[in-house]
């Protein structure tokens, strides 16, 4: 290939890489919630309290957050899946008795939610025909 082609072929590669990564950067947000139950994040616990959750693609990376820095987790970060744009930032749990797993998090003006994956704490209590329960907190953007 010559110089010229080379030179031409890269910058078409830059081109479409940007634009490709546009839509994931542009992903990136905050936002706090005021989460009144203690819930699994993994195998992570966190007490009920005000949380800050960071969402940044890309670097494949969610943080969830207390705001009083007592307690956090650093999450790779789930798979997401096109809904609908969210009015509202939402963490969904689901909740079996009195134990609470987030298991969705979507934020304000975004077309994406990131799902958790099942702890195998969850999928225990999952087979044992406990009903689930869905709590949803709204969260403000930051």
Do not use: C, W
Not at 36 to 55: C, R, T
Not at 73 to 98: C, E, N, R, S, W
């Amino acid at each position: 290939m010559n110089k010229a082609r080379f030179h031409n072929v890269t910058l078409i590669a830059i081109g479409l890489l940007t634009l490709l990564a546009g839509p994931v950067l542009a992903q990136t947000g905050s936002m706090r919630a005021e989460i009144p139950f203690q819930f699994v994040v993994g195998n992570q616990v966190l007490p009920a309290g005000l949380y800050q959750v960071d969402v940044a693609p890309a670097v494949n990376r969610m943080t969830i957050r207390a705001v009083n820095g007592s307690t956090g987790v650093y999450l790779l970060l789930p798979m997401g899946h096109q809904t609908a744009i969210a009015d509202q930032g939402t963490l969904v749990f689901h909740k079996y008795g009195a134990t609470s797993f987030l298991r969705t998090v979507s934020l304000a003006g975004h077309a994406t939610a990131y799902e958790m994956r099942k702890s195998t704490t969850e999928k225990e209590m999952a087979k044992t025909g406990a009903g689930v329960e869905v709590a949803m907190v709204f969260a403000q953007p930051r």
